[in-house]
């Protein structure tokens, strides 16, 4: 399952049990991982607050039958705050412009 706040994407296993997540803050370039838990669990879905800016996930799945959710919380790890969001594509900010697109020439969508 996969969570994404736009910079940070938070990824977990939802095939087999599992102990971690791991997340990328520069769209995957580099992924951290970290143990959630000491016993593994079946992870259903990782959802964001409906805040945009926010960087905390919900994290929820079961063990053993049992339903388990984890709040993460990654504003501890003092990322900074991007700038140049009314400015994109230029070189003070940190958003580009993105199109959609399906790999096919002239494929948008």
Partial sequence: ??????????????????????????????????????EGLEVDNIVTGPNATSTSFLMYGTRDAAAVMYYLDFETLHQRACTGVFAPDSVS?????WTPTDGRAGGVG
Avoid at 25 to 36: H, L, Q, T
Avoid at 93 to 97: K, L
């Fill in 1 to 38: 399952e996969m969570g994404d706040h736009g910079g940070l994407i938070v990824m977990a296993d939802d095939i087999k049990k599992t102990k971690q997540v791991v997340f990328s803050w520069d769209e995957g370039s580099s992924w951290y991982d970290f143990d959630v838990t000491g």
């Fill in 93 to 97: 900010s940190d958003y580009e412009t």
